[in-house]
């Protein structure tokens, strides 16, 4: 029988998720070179470098916010992914979740953020629609968990009304929504925000939905 340590390394090699084999059924949302399963300005903000999903200029202002988003609507999962900010000036992004694109204006989206920057770090916001950090963690905390221009990793954790956010192995935000009227479902969006000199890189994205 093979150990635990060595189950997994088989698993890997095979390319089976080591979720998979905990019990979850984890799918990749990237496959490390294309857009497929994506949509968005893929033309100019948007590109695939190095295995990742990059948006952003360090070498001009990010005029506006803009968002890649899925092509599939997910209620409740398991999101796990890992990031990288870079830039300067305001520089700010974040993974949107349970999101709807508006028509007006056209590049915003409307839903809960799991927010990424300065002052903002492993903080739940609500993007367009409240427009207000609906819970976050202590951001002194926070300055000297956060890998500066180096890979992260955050959880999302969504569950009925109950959303967790985790970055770096640490819980940063449990919290329960209050407004029946806030919907349990919707789109899962890169944001890289507008304002900074700044790019955002994702890459490792990988989803357990939930019953």
């Known amino acids: 029988m093979l150990t635990p340590l060595l189950w997994c ?11 998979a084999v905990q019990g979850e059924r984890a799918a990749s949302l990237f496959d490390g070179r294309t857009f ?8 100019r903000m948007w590109r695939v470098e190095d295995g990742a999903l990059v948006g952003g200029s360090l070498t ?9 988003c899925t092509t599939k609507r997910y209620a409740n999962f398991i999101l796990r992914l890992q990031f990288k900010l870079v830039g300067t000036g305001f520089v700010n992004a ?25 002052k ?8 367009s629609r409240r427009n207000r950090v609906l819970l976050g963690p202590d951001q002194a905390q926070m300055a000297t968990l956060v890998k500066a221009d180096d890979w992260n990793d955050y959880e999302i954790r969504a569950e009925g009304r109950r959303i967790r956010l985790t970055l770096n ?25 507008g304002g900074g000199k ?8 990988t989803i357990v939905e939930l019953p």
């Open 94 to 118: 974040g993974v949107q979740f349970r999101s709807e694109r508006l028509r007006e204006p056209a590049h915003e989206m409307a839903g809960y953020q799991a927010d990424l920057g300065e």
């Open 36 to 43: 497929a399963g994506w949509e968005g300005d893929t033309a």
């Open 120 to 127: 903002f770090w492993g903080s739940l916001y609500d993007e």
């Open 9 to 19: 390394a088989t698993c890997l090699l095979a390319g089976i998720p080591v979720d």
């Open 60 to 68: 001009e202002t990010v005029p506006k916010n803009d968002f890649l």
């Open 169 to 193: 192995g640490r819980q940063t935000v449990d919290y329960s929504e209050d407004d029946p009227a806030i919907p349990l479902s919707g789109l899962i969006a890169l944001q890289i925000h």
């Open 198 to 205: 700044a790019q955002v890189s994702y890459r490792h994205i």
